[in-house]
Structures are given as structure tokens and as C-alpha cells.
Nanobody, 113 residues
Framework: QVQLVESGGDLVQPGGSLRLACVAP????????MGWYRQAPGKLRELVAS???????FVGDFALGRFTISEDNAKNTVYLQMNSLKPDDTAVYYC???????WGQGTQVTVSS
């Protein structure tokens, strides 16, 4: 079973920052687009950001200017840097490879004062 292992979720105040990390097996990391999704209670899972092997990144409109996706190829790790967090960003954040072909277990991000 493929394991994508996320970390970094936490409780943070509005306006704060978090960095999520996801480690993937080398064969998965090297051959798939890596991305982050999120799912809030009662809502559909949505794509937050993704990055292909060439370094091209997509970031959802709601995250533009606040979230940044990056990769460390030597560590098989994809990061999601989240700044200026809002209560609406509260959700379980999931790492994915191949646009949903593989999933991590999720990490909870809660933005609240």
C-alpha cells in the first residue's frame, strides 16, 4: 500500500502561518503530479495546489497570494506554505499524487482565535 505521510497540521490563530509537509515513496514522487487538497466539514474535497515534475505550480484562487507549494526532490517531499490563514481555511488537508491516484491520511488545520 502506497503511503503518503503528511505532517504539520495544527491549531493556529487567524493571520498565522503553517507549513505542511508530505513525504512520498520515490517512485510515486518522481512519476506523478503532487498536490494538496482540503475538505471542510460538510463540503466537497477541493484542490488547493499542485506541482508537476517540471516545477510548474497551480494554486487555487482562494489561496493565491497566501499559499505556496514547493518540492524538495532530494527528500521526496512536497510542502504547502500557508500564510495569512483565515477561519475558512479550517479543514483536513490531504496530500495526493496523480490527482487522486494516491492519498495520504490527512492532517487537521484549524484556524481559530
Amino acid at each position: 500500500q502506497v503511503q503518503l505521510v503528511e505532517s504539520g497540521g495544527d491549531l493556529v490563530q487567524p493571520g498565522g502561518s503553517l507549513r505542511l509537509a508530505c513525504v512520498a515513496p520515490r517512485t510515486i514522487f518522481s512519476n506523478h503530479v503532487m498536490g494538496w487538497y482540503r475538505q471542510a466539514p460538510g463540503k466537497l474535497r477541493e484542490l488547493v495546489a499542485s506541482m508537476d515534475g517540471g516545477g510548474s505550480a497551480f494554486v487555487g484562487d482562494f489561496a493565491l497570494g497566501r499559499f505556496t507549494i514547493s518540492e524538495d526532490n532530494a527528500k521526496n517531499t512536497v510542502y504547502l506554505q500557508m500564510n495569512s490563514l483565515k477561519p475558512d481555511d479550517t479543514a483536513v488537508y490531504y496530500c495526493s499524487a496523480g490527482y487522486g491516484a494516491y492519498w495520504g491520511q490527512g492532517t487537521q488545520v484549524t484556524v481559530s482565535s
